[in-house]
């Protein structure tokens, strides 16, 4: 069986853990849990006319301009960069995470999760941000942990990508 190894950056609070909980086990917690180091987990999706194994990497998020762990980085083959819809600044520090992981690794399939749908009154983002994503060629899904909005779709393109571009050696 195939196996690609995803990492989850973004700063801290954006839930990167929520959406891997909801992932893989279809739940939700209202608690907040931040993660120390990195927390693994896995999960066994289909692809085209085969399976994938994801072991899904969740990493520390970033809090404030404190670097992410780069060494958690390494085999990769792709990443899920997680934004907080609520919360501009963390739209804004995506950026300089890709460019933080495009140094340490090279190029990997990615995209962006603007996390928490569900939260649309409290929603800080708009069309310029999309374009903005869209400008570098990023693929962008609208994700809610809590009630799993673009979700699977989020990990199922992700998954395709990582086999479909084979980019580093498991």
């Known amino acids: 069986m195939i196996q690609k190894k995803i990492c989850m950056v973004g700063v801290f609070g954006t839930g990167k853990t929520c959406l891997v909980q909801q992932f893989v086990h279809s739940r939700f917690s209202v608690k907040y849990h931040s993660t120390v180091g990195v927390k693994i987990d896995r999960k066994v999706v289909p692809v085209d006319e085969g399976e994938v194994t994801l072991l899904l990497w969740d990493l520390a998020g970033r809090d404030g301009h404190g670097d992410i762990t780069v060494s958690y980085l390494r085999g990769a083959h792709g ?10 600044e963390t739209f804004d520090q995506v950026f300089e995470l890709r460019d933080i992981v495009e140094k340490a690794v090279g190029p990997l399939p990615s995209a962006v999760a603007l996390n928490k749908s569900d939260l649309t009154e409290e929603w800080k983002l708009g069309k310029a941000d999309d374009k903005a994503l869209a400008e570098r060629s990023w693929h962008q899904f609208t994700t809610s942990a809590k009630t799993g909005a673009g979700v699977e779709a989020a990990f199922a393109w992700i998954a395709r990508e990582a086999v479909r571009q084979g980019s580093a050696p498991s």
């Open 79 to 88: 990443v899920l960069y997680v934004v907080d819809g609520t919360r501009r």
